[in-house]
Nanobody
Framework: QVQLVESGGGLVQAGGSLRLSCEAS????????MAWYRQAPGKERELVASIRVSGGTNYPDSVKGRFIISRDNAKNTVYLQMNGLKPEDTAMYYC??????????WGKGTLVTVSS
């Protein structure tokens, strides 16, 4: 059974930092493209960071320079370092592991709340 378990969310003041973790079981993340998405109340889910098997990363402009995605294949874990947090970063953050259309897995999310 495949599980992705996110952790590290919480309440932080604007300008602060958090590091999210996504630990996988049942699959080896070294074969998967990994990503973090977020969804704020009343909004669509959006990509905030992705990292390919090769280690290449991608960020939307809204978080570029503030968020860093990384992976530790030995620990089967992906991280999202979030710096310079803003109130508009408040959302549920989800981890995604994707190998193909049939091997596309999601965690249940971790809540990040940034106060002004």
């Amino acid at each position: 059974q495949v599980q992705l378990v996110e952790s590290g969310g919480g309440l932080v003041q604007a300008g602060g930092s958090l590091r999210l973790s996504c630990e996988a079981s049942g699959i080896s993340l070294s074969f998967y493209s990994m990503a973090w998405y977020r969804q704020a109340p009343g909004k669509e889910r959006e990509l905030v960071a992705s990292i390919r098997v090769s280690g290449g990363t991608n960020y939307p402009d809204s978080v570029k320079g503030r968020f860093i995605i990384s992976r530790d294949n030995a620990k089967n874990t992906v991280y999202l370092q979030m710096n310079g947090l803003k109130p508009e970063d408040t959302a549920m953050y989800y981890c995604n592991a994707r190998l193909s259309n049939l091997r596309d897995y999601w965690g249940k999310g971790t809540l990040v709340t940034v106060s002004s």
